[in-house]
């Protein structure tokens, strides 16, 4: 399957604002179910936020008004724009594709490697 490759991650103090791509060479993002999940070593996969081809969005609440996921009109780039980072977003940031499904309620199978996100107090 096309590579996933994400983009954007570094250290940030609380209250900032961080934005994440996920690039797919060859991979038009706008007909997949897409996703950021983020991951804390030793604790499991949180999903962050998903896009389905149709547009709906959902958010974990832990998120819902701080982040935003959008799409590049270019239908290649998958943003994730974050802000008033809190010490606790501080993880592996990974960008995902579902080639199966269009609701994105289902495991995904396409992953990228991750940036890491580290925010200080």
């Known amino acids: 399957q096309p590579q996933l490759a994400e983009f954007g991650g570094g250290s940030v103090q609380a209250g900032g604002t961080l934005k994440l791509s996920c690039k797919g060479p060859?991979?038009?993002?706008?007909?997949?179910?897409m996703g950021w999940f983020r991951q804390v070593s030793g604790k499991e996969r949180e999903r962050v936020a998903t896009?389905?081809?149709?547009?709906?969005?959902r958010y974990a609440p832990s998120v819902k008004g701080r982040f935003t996921i959008s799409k590049n009109n270019d239908k290649t780039t998958l943003w994730l724009e974050m802000s008033n980072l809190k010490p606790e977003d501080s993880a592996m940031y990974i960008c995902?594709?579902?080639?199966?499904?269009?609701?994105?309620?289902?495991?995904?199978?396409?992953w990228g490697q991750g940036t890491q996100v580290t925010v200080s107090s």
């Open positions: 995902a594709a579902d080639t199966r499904r269009d609701d994105c309620f289902g495991e995904f199978n396409n």
């Open positions: 060859g991979y038009t993002i706008s007909m997949y179910c």
């Open positions: 896009y389905t081809p149709g547009g709906i969005i």
